[in-house]
């Protein structure tokens, strides 16, 4: 078959030449070899007679491989081995032409197959006076790209570069174009932009730049035909989130005033490069953009080359892009153009273009699914950048993309939409444990992810994402259903049945999601809540005698439909005693769920070590406000257990509780306006002093023990600084260097924020206590946590202005972030 497929090309190249197809009168036999692309397909063509590897020509060697490959190649062809390489070899026939375009029947020529696709064309080279590459159409749309090059090469060679070498067209008809080989004294191109020669393209890059009025450039308006056919197009392969985030990128674009224009290469990419020291040559000039957005080479080969060349990635290509306009950062100026408006120009230019081209092609190569999830990833870090799409939504649209293509269930998930989760809900999804590690990798690689930190159990990965904006968002991906040692589920049943209901995502159906949330909350010992419930009311008459009959199975007793979601103390009892008989957890399988769950405990204990966040301040600098915002931060978006201390551990009561008892004592101390003590006694001092610090010292180990090694952030409203600062508040007067003192012998909590604002934004709030103490109480602080800072290393003390709340929370919450 390939014989025949490489004897066709040949005989299509020849003919274009002006050679006739053989005639028995005057027959030519020219016998070729050939080698094969990686799926089978013939790639190059060469006549037997050659005894120079001319194919090399077309041959990109960026990396090591590539270029051993083509040494081996030569090495081969120097000792007329060249028979060794080929993949295959035909023999084809022809008649005398006329007045052939060039003799074939000599010529050590070489033919390149072109890609396959509407654009595919074939190239010929063709040695002798400096040699030459004739390009011939093959493909539906390759004689209109054919003449724009043409169109193109007739352009710059009136208007020639000072660095930039472009080939010059030597002919051009219906049936062909020719053009000058630039090879000599040339090298292939860096595939790192900022190894080329600088100078040359920044000549390529900031020529001929015009700015125009949104209504004047033919940019938009050519997208938005584009964009229309791609709609009138149905049963399209392409992702639906993409076209949609395309969209609506477009109608962010469109709303921008100016447009910088310029000419483009159109596929400024390595392989379509040449260079030396100071040059750079570009060929391939098919794509020609007589007026694209200014920088589009730019872009294209940053995008093409980090994609097409290992599919390193939108984030690759984000860190590449940015270093690029830093070093160009005074030729944009200089040209007053808007690089991040240029680069989503391009993007709209170069994903409606081949987007189209995608959409009505039948066999897509594996490079097509790089470029899109590439782009998606693009448009969804613009969309965030533009403030059009809030980024924990668009990220659950993407991750519903993702999966679309993925067997995967989601569970608890009762909503009209995935779009419309709440803001600190979560998501559930059992999958594959081969698709759970692929989603976290390409989590961690989403522009939108400032952060992904992940926990590793025996069934399950718990993600929790970090989004630029601060919003927080949490996915269990689910390959085994357990609870603690126990296996109470089966996830591929649930994936098997799982259904699509149109809302974006996969869900386990009815049945086996009532079960998974009857026997989470039953197994965990609690009912189940009310938002689950409304659920029963939603099933059939079926489903629910089904579900019924599951639990009946489980809990050995008839329960009443009502009672359902209320299970007694002896269901659930009687639930677990019958998972535990379950085949999956006896035997062999129960050591294994043991020994895994212990694995489990270990990693938990390990990675979710608790610490201690200590908030101080002068009564009125907003500490109660900015404690309870941080609790309900740490429980519901970070999702570890809190707990709230005030001033000290309280293993001892306060003193005045031994006399009235804890409620009465409590009950006084809040009603008592703070630093009202009497007391002016040193021994006295000393002795109450030494009360509390007991009460440090000892409850230190407990709190310790009781929260921190569990994993709860513990949150302390005060806390020992102001004996060192303000001891008069706890009715104790000592010199500071002896409350100072006892702080060494004290376990350092991990943050530690003094909340400080104005006398005036202090005396608004609150009116206990004089301008002068505030400001005296303030430097206090102050200059504490800054001798605290320098010899403290492993803690934090920071002072915030507690001015605007927002900023404040801001900060905290960043740093109890980056330190959990």
Avoid at 15 to 34: D, I
Avoid at 488 to 512: C, E, K, P, W
Avoid at 690 to 714: E, H, P, S, T, W
Avoid at 794 to 807: C, D, F, K, M, R
Wanted: aromatic share 12%; with cysteine.
């Amino acid at each position: 078959m390939n014989q025949q497929q490489a004897r066709d090309f040949v005989l299509h190249a020849f003919m274009s030449f002006g050679y006739r197809v053989s005639a028995a009168e005057s027959k030519l036999t020219v016998k070729c070899f050939y080698i094969n692309n990686p799926d089978g397909t013939v790639r190059w063509i060469w006549p037997a007679h050659s005894q120079r590897p001319a194919f090399l020509r077309f041959y990109f060697t960026g990396s090591w491989k590539s270029k051993l490959f083509a040494l081996v190649v030569r090495f081969l062809f120097a000792l007329g081995l060249q028979k060794f390489i080929a993949d295959g070899e035909c023999s084809v026939s022809f008649g005398h032409p006329e007045q052939p375009y060039a003799d074939v029947t000599t010529a050590q020529w070489a033919l390149f197959t072109g890609t396959k696709g509407p654009n595919r064309k074939l190239v010929v080279y063709l040695p002798g006076a400096g040699g030459q590459f004739v390009k011939i159409p093959y493909g539906e749309l390759s004689s209109s790209i054919l003449q724009m090059e043409a169109t193109a090469l007739t352009h710059w060679q009136d208007k020639p570069l000072q660095l930039v070498v472009i080939p010059k067209l030597l002919a051009s008809s219906d049936a062909l174009l020719a053009q000058q080989n630039v090879s000599f004294g040339m090298s292939p191109a860096s595939i790192h932009w900022l190894q080329l020669p600088q100078q040359a393209v920044q000549e390529w890059c900031f020529r001929s730049i015009n700015s125009n009025h949104i209504s004047d450039s033919n940019i938009p308006a050519q997208i938005a035909e584009r964009l229309q056919r791609l709609q009138a197009i149905r049963h399209t392969p392409l992702p639906e989130g993409l076209m949609l985030k395309l969209q609506l990128l477009f109608s962010t674009a469109s709303n921008w005033e100016n447009i910088h224009e310029a000419p483009a290469h159109g596929d400024c990419t390595p392989w379509n490069m040449l260079m030396n020291e100071q040059k750079i040559a570009l060929i391939d000039w098919e794509l020609y953009k007589p007026s694209a957005s200014a920088l589009y080479d730019a872009f294209h080969f940053h995008y093409q080359t980090t994609v097409l060349i290992g599919n390193q990635g939108f984030a690759a290509i984000r860190q590449k892009l940015d270093a690029w306009h830093q070093l160009c950062h005074p030729q944009l100026e200089k040209h007053g153009l808007n690089i991040a408006q240029l680069e989503q120009w391009y993007l709209l230019d170069v994903i409606s273009y081949y987007a189209e081209i995608y959409a009505q092609q039948k066999d897509w190569h594996l490079q097509i699914g790089w470029l899109l999830q590439t782009w998606s990833d693009a448009l969804s870090y613009w969309l965030m950048k533009n403030n059009a799409v809030a980024d924990r939504t668009q990220l659950i649209a993407d991750i519903s993309e993702w999966l679309s293509a993925k067997k995967h269930a989601a569970v608890k998930m009762h909503l009209p939409h995935v779009l419309l989760l709440p803001l600190h809900s979560d998501i559930d999804i059992c999958m594959e444990r081969s698709t759970a590690s692929a989603m976290m990798t390409w989590l961690q690689q989403h522009p939108l992810c400032k952060q992904v930190v992940l926990r590793s159990r025996s069934n399950m990965t718990q993600a929790g994402i970090y989004l630029h904006s601060g919003n927080v968002l949490h996915i269990d991906a689910i390959w085994q259903l357990k609870r603690k040692a126990i296996q109470f589920m089966n996830v591929q049943a649930m994936l098997a049945t799982a259904v699509n209901d149109g809302r974006g995502i996969l869900v386990a159906d009815s049945y086996h999601d009532a079960m998974y949330t009857w026997l989470f909350y039953v197994l965990n010992g609690a009912a189940i809540p009310e938002k689950y419930q409304q659920q029963w009311h939603q099933f059939t008459q079926e489903e629910k005698s089904a579900l019924l009959a599951a639990v009946e199975r489980y809990s050995k007793q008839q329960e009443p439909a009502e009672a359902l979601f209320t299970p007694s103390k002896e269901t659930m009892q009687s639930a677990a005693a019958y998972v535990r008989q379950a085949p999956q957890n006896r035997g062999v399988h129960f050591i294994v769920n043991l020994f895994q769950y212990g694995i489990d405990m270990i990693r938990d204990w390990k990675n979710n070590r608790g610490f201690i966040i200590t908030f101080s301040g002068v009564d009125g600098a907003g500490k109660s406000t900015i404690i309870e915002a941080t609790r309900q931060h740490v429980e519901k978006v970070m999702r570890r257990k809190v707990v709230v201390l005030r001033h000290r551990p309280s293993l001892l009561p306060i003193l005045s509780a031994w006399k009235h008892g804890k409620e009465a004592a409590e009950k006084k101390a809040a009603q008592t306006l703070p630093r009202q003590g009497a007391n002016k006694s040193s021994i006295g001092s000393l002795l109450r002093f030494a009360y509390y610090y007991a009460d440090y010292l000892l409850g230190q180990f407990y709190i310790q023990l009781k929260y921190v090694m569990r994993g709860y952030v513990v949150l302390y409203d005060r806390y020992y600084f102001d004996f060192i600062n303000d001891s008069k508040r706890s009715n104790i007067q000592l010199p500071k260097y002896v409350t100072t003192a006892g702080y060494a012998l004290l376990l350092k909590p991990k943050l530690n924020f003094f909340l400080w604002a104005t006398p005036e934004e202090i005396l608004s709030r609150k009116q206990e206590l004089s301008a002068e103490t505030i400001v005296s109480l303030t430097n206090d602080y102050m200059q504490l946590f800054d001798s605290m800072r320098k010899r403290y290393k492993s803690s934090s003390y920071e002072p915030i202005h507690n001015e605007q709340l927002n900023n404040t929370l801001q900060t905290i919450f960043q740093q109890i972030q980056a330190a959990a």
